[in-house]
Nanobody, 116 residues
Framework: QVQLVESGGGLVQPGGSLRLSCAAS????????MGWYRQAPGKERELVAT???????DYSDSVKGRFTISRDNVKNTVFLQMNSLKPEDTAVYYC??????????WGQGTQVTVSS
């Protein structure tokens, strides 16, 4: 199994930046795709960005051009650099890992609040 722990959330003003980290442990070599999802109160969880072990990335249209997902395979950590933050980005951000057997693993989430 894989364990994921997110960190780096906080309160920022619109237009500000924040960098999230997701540290993976356990059966880390079984992980193929990792990504970030977010869930605002009263809303369903939505995809933010994904990255493969090879570094291929994918972004939702709402964050494309503003967010950057990256991965350090040596430290087994995934990052989400969030720039030009908007109030609509406010949510709990969750790290996700998918292993080679298509099993999903989730972190506990980190709160991101964008407010003036």
């Amino acid at each position: 199994q894989v364990q994921l722990v997110e960190s780096g959330g906080g309160l920022v003003q619109p237009g500000g930046s924040l960098r999230l980290s997701c540290a993976a442990s356990g059966s880390i070599f079984s992980v193929n795709v990792m990504g970030w999802y977010r869930q605002a109160p009263g809303k369903e969880r939505e995809l933010v960005a994904t990255i493969t072990r090879g570094g291929s990335t994918d972004y939702s249209d709402s964050v494309k051009g503003r967010f950057t997902i990256s991965r350090d395979n040596v430290k087994n950590t995934v990052f989400l650099q969030m720039n030009s933050l908007k109030p609509e980005d406010t949510a709990v951000y969750y790290c996700k890992a998918v292993d080679r057997w298509s099993i999903d693993y989730w972190g506990q989430g980190t709160q991101v609040t964008v407010s003036s």
